[in-house]
């Protein structure tokens, strides 16, 4: 995907079934515009979105 540089996905030591996914993004508008607007990010939806309970929080952060 256009923008996309890496991700990672970490488990939680002390919540059982909690995780975080962190995606590095070139842009703010690689994800929120380029993934979000994509075919891709459809299918992503159809294979992904179910197994969300309760449905993840997405907030965009910079290194500092």
């Given amino acids: 995907?256009?923008?996309?540089i890496s991700h990672q996905l970490q488990k939680c030591v002390e919540v059982e079934n909690?995780?975080?996914?962190?995606?590095n993004?070139?842009?703010l508008e690689a994800h929120t515009e380029g993934f979000r607007g994509s075919a891709a990010y459809q299918d992503?939806?159809?294979?992904?979105?179910h197994?969300?309970?309760p449905?993840?929080?997405v907030e965009?952060?910079?290194r500092v």
Avoid: A, C, R, S
């Fill in 18 to 23: 909690k995780y975080i996914l962190l995606v």
């Fill in 25 to 27: 993004w070139k842009t």
């Fill in 60 to 62: 965009h952060f910079n």
């Fill in 51 to 53: 197994f969300y309970d």
């Fill in 55 to 57: 449905f993840p929080v």
């Fill in 44 to 49: 992503w939806k159809k294979l992904l979105h």
């Fill in 1 to 4: 995907m256009e923008g996309y």
